[in-house]
Nanobody
Framework: QVQLVESGGGLVQPGGSLRLSCAAS????????MAWYRQAPGKGRELVAI???????NSADSVKGRFTISRDNAKNSVYLQMNSLKPEDTAVYYC?????????????????WGQGTQVTVSS
């Protein structure tokens, strides 16, 4: 089994910064893409930023120049540095990873989600 555990959310004033962290634990053989999604109240889940195993990055236009995604493969972790936060960034942020696990019978690659961490931007 694999678990993604997020940390780093909280309440911050507009213009402030937060750093989200997510670590994968369990029977991880390898991790392909890792990403951050968010879901604001009354809205659907949207991609914030994604980073591949080759460190190719894509991010939503709404966060370009403000948010930076990075990963540490040795720690099976992904990070989201969020600067110049705006009230419209308020949402639950979810970590995502495509993880390969190995059993005696097979290799299985499937997506995993974290439990979500609340980010609130308000004065």
């Amino acid at each position: 089994q694999v678990q993604l555990v997020e940390s780093g959310g909280g309440l911050v004033q507009p213009g402030g910064s937060l750093r989200l962290s997510c670590a994968a634990s369990g029977t991880v053989f390898s991790i392909d893409s890792m990403a951050w999604y968010r879901q604001a109240p009354g809205k659907g889940r949207e991609l914030v930023a994604i980073i591949t195993s080759g460190d190719n990055i894509n991010s939503a236009d709404s966060v370009k120049g403000r948010f930076t995604i990075s990963r540490d493969n040795a720690k099976n972790s992904v990070y989201l540095q969020m600067n110049s936060l705006k009230p419209e960034d308020t949402a639950v942020y979810y970590c995502y990873a495509t993880v390969t696990t190995v059993t005696t019978m097979a290799r299985i690659k499937r997506p995993y989600w974290g439990q979500g961490t609340q980010v609130t931007v308000s004065s």
